[in-house]
């Protein structure tokens, strides 16, 4: 039997996005789907829903006995999981294949294309455009993605076999358990340096991942990545690159220049030139895949993004309420462009939730310059994950070094009351904790105030 075919999957760590997506794949092939988190969320209930048995506590007594025969399940874990955890140490005692969620997607992804996005940031939304734009072009593919596509509801695309379009996360180097024909890269900035050290490290990693392209393989980078491969960007001599650029009705309209053609009469709904950049290379590796451009713009048009990635959770008059998923400084710069692009002569305020001691460490003084440039600055604590706590390196620290007069650490349940007394119009919350969570409520408290 092979190790996909065995019949039951168990995962430790179910509840993650791109766990959970594998879950989801799965279950619809007919295995049998079981699973541990930490914590009950959305994507958990979603998949109890479905049937999937989850529990939440860290013990072997809460797992089925259908899935304690190593011969008859395979154990998929993610590298956030400690190398202590019970459940994952009773797996590995009793002889069980254990497998990286990065490994698996690596077996499923060997029998078709596969289309696989890298980068420091923009992965998930580059991945929803591209899958998004196969699907509408009638691709008979597979799409894992790393946050919910708003236009299918979910973290999976699920059209057929032919094409496989992966997320090529670089934590943990996963991404080297790949082996695409086309691939992409959509920045390198530093991050992750609690695993690489150095910038230098992080950017030999992109480079070893550049030679898991399967022979003829195709490579597309972000203009201006030191690399060799097929450059996209924005008003830039890229190979594949946005012009004539024009902001209509709050969506980018654009020409897009190829190596062989112009097209004209592009529509992208996004705001932000990063994820204009996101959409370009989606177009280029669409286009080198075969899709007819015509097709491909009247698919852009109809992207509708990814939650958490700039997503409006409210757009009044009176109130503009905006969540994104940005834990990096780059990031935070990103969104910053958006916003004041978007509504240039307004008061921006920003909530930001910070994730991992490590990472604001690593970027405080980058943290500081990118928040310091919104209108009004409110910190909640760090979101640790799978981190413990560094001496020293708090949000009060990090506060500490944002030059700005606006500014204050506050907690989650004082987040409404901070965004009533704020005189901004703008309202954006930002990270990728659990401040995600608090989303829902903090839309229903300002709605009943307008």
């Not at 978007?342 to 910070?354: A, K, R």
């Amino acid at each position: 039997m092979s190790v996909l075919g065995k019949q039951n999957m168990y995962f430790i760590g179910i509840g993650g996005i791109g766990m959970s997506a594998l879950a989801r794949y799965f279950y619809n092939l007919g295995k049998q789907i079981a699973g541990y988190d930490r914590t009950s969320t959305d994507l958990t209930s979603e998949l109890i829903a479905l049937g999937i048995d989850i529990h939440f506590e860290d013990d072997i007594s809460s797992i089925d006995q259908n899935y304690l025969d190593p011969e008859q399940t395979l154990v998929v874990y993610t590298p956030a999981i400690p190398e202590n955890h019970s459940e994952l140490t009773y797996f590995k005692k009793h002889g069980f294949i254990i497998m990286k969620r990065a490994e698996v997607l690596g077996l499923i992804t060997e029998e078709s294309v596969c289309l696989a996005v890298a980068g420091t940031h923009g992965k998930t939304t580059t991945t929803s455009i591209l899958g998004h734009l196969l699907y509408e072009c009638e691709v008979e593919l597979t799409a894992f993605l790393g946050g919910i596509a708003e236009n299918y509801n979910s973290n999976l695309i699920l059209k057929g076999n032919e094409v496989s379009v992966v997320e090529a996360d670089e934590f943990d180097r996963s991404f080297l358990k790949l082996s695409p024909d086309f691939a992409c890269i959509t920045s390198m900035d530093a991050d992750h340096l609690d695993i690489y050290g150095t910038k230098e490290q992080l950017v030999e990693s992109f480079t070893a991942f550049t030679k898991c392209l399967k022979p003829g393989g195709k490579l597309f980078l972000a203009f201006g990545l030191p690399l060799h491969g097929i450059s996209c960007g924005i008003e830039e001599p890229a190979d594949y690159s946005a012009e004539n650029i024009k902001i209509k009705d709050g969506a980018y309209m654009f020409d897009l220049k190829t190596p062989a053609f112009r097209f004209e009469k592009f529509k992208f709904n996004l705001p932000g030139r990063h994820n204009l950049s996101n959409a370009v290379i989606a177009l280029a590796m669409a286009i080198e895949y075969g899709c007819a451009p015509y097709r491909l713009a009247r698919a852009l048009a109809s992207y509708q993004g990814v939650k958490r990635r700039f997503t409006y959770q409210i757009k009044t008059d009176d109130l503009v309420f905006i969540d994104d998923y940005a834990h990096h400084p780059e990031e935070i710069n990103a969104v910053h462009q958006a916003v004041r692009e978007m509504y240039p002569d307004e008061q921006v305020m920003v909530v930001f939730q910070p994730h991992l001691f490590s990472r604001t460490r690593d970027f405080a003084e980058e943290f500081a310059n990118s928040l310091a440039q919104f209108d009004e600055v409110v910190l909640l604590e760090i979101y640790p994950a799978r981190e413990k706590p560094i001496e020293g390196i708090s949000s009060s620290w990090l506060l500490n070094k944002i030059d700005h007069e606006n500014k204050r650490l506050i907690g989650k349940m004082d987040i409404v009351s901070a965004i009533q007394k704020s005189r901004a119009r703008i309202i954006m919350t930002l990270g990728a904790g659990d401040i995600g969570e608090e989303v829902e409520h903090i839309k229903e408290k300002l709605s009943l105030a307008c």
